[in-house]
Structures are given as structure tokens and as C-alpha cells.
């Protein structure tokens, strides 16, 4: 089964404060992901990645940024982090489509905006 | 675009009962990944089992199953001889290529609580 770690795991910072929330996995895969969710919202697609260096736009990208340095390493960024982003941000990996299809994930980020 | 509902909140059944939490979903993809993911008291998603869209039979893996209805655009999961610890958060989704991205949709979750 895919690793995928993501530090820290718990996180409080002041608004405007700046906070970069890392993601590794090991297990070779392509695509990467950030959710993040929030009570009555579900799960929700901030970016992801198709592969280093490349970048795609989610369901929910205001006020985040995102870099994927190499195969393994994905980071979310807040420049200004707002009490809004105060969420549970999950890390997720998978092969790209066809057969092995499952995505996995890390066990999440407590983000606190105070 | 992809949309996945779970219209069931939350549901409470006795131990060793059998449940089913219902999932519809919305695509105009010819193919696609359908699956169910739970998630714990911890907060950790755990992958459960997977439909293929082209597959007619329903999958099954231990004490779970599908009841998969394509031209319903349904995908039920059915948990048989429910124990206490199957109390969870379990998500419905399903993956996609849809304009050109491979993305990854989510329901907004049903609360399953298993009663002694």
C-alpha cells in the first residue's frame, strides 16, 4: 500500500501569518492531491499534480498556492493565512488513470488560523 | 463536471445488522472509477473498495459490497454483519476524465454509528 506522510500534523499560526503544509509519498506515484475538509462541506480539490514540476488548479484554489518539487514532494502554501483556512488538509497520491486507480492518503493536517 | 451526492447524513443500526448507504453521481465521462473510502474517529481515510464502470458485476471485498446501478447512476455500499468498530464517516467518489482532467469527486460523507 502507497505511503503518504504529511507534516506537520498539527499546525497553529496567526492570520497573515505565512505556513507551507509538506507532503511525501513513496511509492512512485505520478498524481498528487490536497483536500481539505471542512463539517458540512466533505472533501474538497484545492490542487494537485500530474507529476513534478506541473500543476493543476481544484475545486476550491483561493488563497492557496502549491509546488511539487519532485515525484515524491508536494507542498501547499498560504501567503496570508486567513481564519477561513482553518481546516483539516489531507495529501493524497495514485498512478495515473487506468488500472491500479485507487488514490491514497496521508493522515491529515489540523490547520488552526487564530 | 463530476458531482457525487450521499443524501443519507448520517444512519444507526444495531450490531450484526446489515446496512446500505446510498451514492449518486453525475458524469458525462464513457469511463469511470467509482469507490468508497471510511474514515475513522482518528481522522484517517482508508480506501474500501472499488466499482470499474464497465464491470456488471458488483464488487466485493470481506463485509462490504456494492450494489452498483449504472443506469441509476447509483453506487450503494452494503456492509454485512456491521460491528461496533464499522462506526465511521464513509465517503462516496469517483474518478473521472473529465474535459481533459483526471480528478477525484467526493460525497459530503454519511455518518454510520453501529449500536451494541
Known amino acids: 500500500e502507497a505511503a503518504v506522510t504529511q507534516s506537520p500534523r498539527n499546525k497553529v499560526t496567526v492570520t497573515g501569518g505565512n505556513v507551507t503544509l509538506s507532503c511525501r509519498q513513496t511509492?512512485?506515484?505520478?498524481?498528487m492531491y490536497w483536500y481539505r475538509q471542512d463539517t458540512g462541506h466533505g472533501l474538497r480539490l484545492i490542487h494537485y499534480s500530474y507529476g513534478a514540476g506541473n500543476l493543476q488548479i481544484g475545486d476550491v484554489p483561493d488563497g492557496y498556492k502549491a509546488t511539487r518539487t519532485t515525484q515524491e514532494d508536494f507542498f501547499l502554501l498560504l501567503e496570508l493565512a486567513s481564519p477561513s483556512q482553518t481546516s483539516l488538509y489531507f495529501c493524497?497520491?495514485?498512478?495515473?488513470?487506468?488500472?491500479?486507480?485507487?488514490?491514497?492518503f496521508g493522515k491529515g493536517t489540523r490547520l488552526t488560523v487564530v | 463536471a463530476q458531482k457525487v451526492t450521499q443524501t443519507q447524513t448520517s444512519i444507526s443500526v444495531v450490531e450484526k445488522t446489515t446496512v446500505t448507504m446510498d451514492c449518486v453521481y453525475e458524469?458525462?465521462?464513457?469511463?469511470?472509477?467509482l469507490f468508497w473510502y471510511k474514515q475513522t474517529a482518528s481522522g484517517e481515510i482508508v480506501f474500501l473498495i472499488r466499482?470499474?464502470?464497465?464491470?456488471?458485476e458488483n464488487a466485493t471485498v470481506g463485509h462490504y459490497s456494492l450494489n452498483f446501478q449504472k443506469p441509476k447512476s447509483s453506487i450503494g455500499l452494503i456492509i454485512t454483519a456491521t460491528q461496533i468498530e464499522d462506526s465511521a464517516v464513509y465517503f462516496c467518489a469517483m474518478r473521472g476524465y473529465t474535459e481533459g482532467a483526471d480528478r477525484l469527486t467526493f460525497g459530503k460523507g454519511t455518518q454510520l454509528i453501529i449500536q451494541p
Open positions: 458524469t458525462r465521462d464513457s469511463s469511470y472509477f
Open positions: 511509492n512512485s506515484h505520478n498524481y
Open positions: 466499482q470499474d464502470s464497465y464491470k456488471k
Open positions: 493524497a497520491s495514485s498512478d495515473a488513470w487506468g488500472q491500479n486507480t485507487e488514490v491514497f
